[in-house]
C-alpha cells in the first residue's frame, strides 16, 4: 500500500476536471469497486469538515488514477487498474469516518449511471 508520503507525489496530477474526465472516458474499464470507492472519495474531499491531511491523502490518491504512468498501465485487460484500487483502498481507510450515508447514495448513483445498476458499490477494505 502507498503510504501518506508516496500519495503525495502524486497530487500533482490531481484536479477536479482531470478526476471527472477520467471516469466519464474509462468508468466501464474501471470497473464498479474502484468508481464507487473513487467516487465516495472525490465527495468527501468535497466536504467542508474534513481535515487537510486526509484531504491530501484523498488528492494523493485520485492524482495516482489520474496519472498517465502507474506501476501496472491502465489498458492492461483486468490487471490495469488493480494498483489504481489498492490506492484507492488505502485513502478510503484513512477517509472512512467521514464518509456520510448521503456520499454513498450519491457514489451508488455514479455507479448506476455508468453501469445500469449498483453492483460492486461498497467501500473498500
Do not use: W
Amino acid at each position: 500500500m502507498k503510504t501518506f508520503n508516496q500519495n503525495a507525489a502524486y497530487a500533482a496530477h490531481y484536479s477536479s476536471e482531470e478526476f471527472v474526465n477520467k471516469v466519464t472516458r474509462f468508468g466501464l474499464k474501471m470497473g464498479a469497486k474502484l468508481l464507487y470507492n473513487a467516487y465516495v472519495l472525490y465527495l468527501v474531499l468535497m466536504s467542508s469538515d474534513v481535515p487537510i491531511k486526509v484531504k491530501l491523502e484523498i488528492i494523493g490518491a485520485l492524482g495516482y488514477v489520474i496519472a498517465p504512468l502507474d506501476l501496472i498501465p491502465d489498458f492492461i485487460p483486468i490487471a490495469g487498474f488493480s494498483d489504481d484500487l489498492a490506492a484507492i483502498s488505502f485513502a478510503v481507510l484513512t477517509a472512512r469516518a467521514y464518509v456520510t450515508p448521503d456520499i454513498q447514495e450519491k457514489a451508488k448513483m455514479k455507479v448506476y449511471e455508468i453501469f445500469g445498476s449498483m453492483v460492486d458499490c461498497e467501500l473498500a477494505a
